[in-house]
């Protein structure tokens, strides 16, 4: 009898090296295999890594996983952002079968939009989803299909956090992202061409045209971020004026009439009225508005830098012709390639309360005023003297003579940026000369008797001569 219990427990004693064996081995078998669905930000896994499970964490949720071939590197990712297979070959199927939509997400456009549990608007409902929230696409049904009055595809989806489901894509934008792009997937047409073309277009304000068709382009109002632009992207609409800026986001566009249509969550409403003009109602700091807009064919910038250059030719003629002006009555001019003047001796615009006394010497010549129709065959333009201490004069120009002629335009003679006349009760014409380079700062020092004060001079032979001008058009004044 102790024989046998001696020789059983030999047997024990050499059995428990083999059981300790299995053991550990067991404790050192893989979890499996998992595929990588949605990688957090800046992970150094991307959609469809194949990884190998080594062990999770029940605490906090997560797998620790490597790279096959790689058992030294471990990391942890959490457990819903991966789906675990107990066979390599299983993850590695499921894995490929992703394919396009491997790096494909959608950002819910519509709060509250549900995610069913079936491809069906009937299925139960599992999870709602907030405006703005993001999800990642694991594939498409086939399609499109019809729900409601509305056509698109069902997409199932995973949600943050870990629920799967099904969702219509009509309030979904899909996105594929890779190697730093955004390609959006879905983007839809409206099946209405009236309403693609006001969706698709930037829409500027009726000046606009009125400004291109009378060669008349105010810099201030005229720029490439003053309209209505639609982000069809973004479902936002974008309104800058130079007196208003909104920004509103819709949710729908429903019809609202004839070629209407109301911007579902925003004030707007917009009438198509042609492929070129539409009408916009809308809503600013309690008010009502309603304002026309048009389609411009040509490119908005290069229509701003055509009328820059007009203005630095402008520009460039004075310095030609000068770039030093002198005259007896009202004092000499000086002009640099910057556009930047220097006025001295103009005392008898002071005295003829043109301006004051403390306007200063100097200040900047500009052309953003225009003649009036009527009168600009008669003119070359409309330079305007802004001193640097806040007062302007306008003057209407043309060279002729070997000098400079100049007829002052009171502040309200101008309007919308054009002379509207040249008559005017009480008119105060100035004529300058050039200068030349060694001239003394009195322009009274050289004379030409060839040159007279013969009226006729006067570019618009409607403007009669004034009898009290002062001004001479002889040589330095």
Known sequence: MRKLRRKQLKLSAGMLP???LIVLLAGCRDMGTGVVLWPPEESMWSPGDVLTVKDESLL???YIVNLPGQRRLKEEIEQWRMRLFTREKEAQQWAASLGEWKNVYAECRFRGLPMRAEPSNTSERIFRFRDGDTMKILGREEGPVQVGNLNGYWYEVLAEGGVTGYVFDYYLMVVRVENGSREILNAK???DP??????SASWRPRYFEQMINENRIDLNLFREDVGLFPDLENKTLYLNLPEVRLKESWTDIVPAGHNRYDFVGTSFRVTWNSSSFISVQYNAEGNEHFEGFVRIGEDIGSIVARENRRRSNMLEMFLEKGPAYGSRAYGNVSIDENGRFSWSGKSALISRGLLSASAGNSGTL??????????SAFYQGVATFRFDKGEKLHFLYSFENGGLRMLHVPKNAVEDRRVKTDRFIDPVR?????LAPSATTNP???TDPSVT???SMTTNPSVTTDSTETDNPLPGG
């Open 444 to 446: 009274s020092v050289t």
């Open 453 to 455: 004060t013969d009226p």
């Open 430 to 434: 100035l004529f300058f000369l050039p």
């Open 18 to 20: 083999a059981l300790l």
């Open 366 to 375: 500009e052309f953003e005023v225009f003649p009036g129709a009527a009168i």
């Open 189 to 191: 047409s409206t099946d």
């Open 60 to 62: 906090r949720k997560t």
């Open 194 to 199: 009236k309403l693609d073309g006001i969706l």
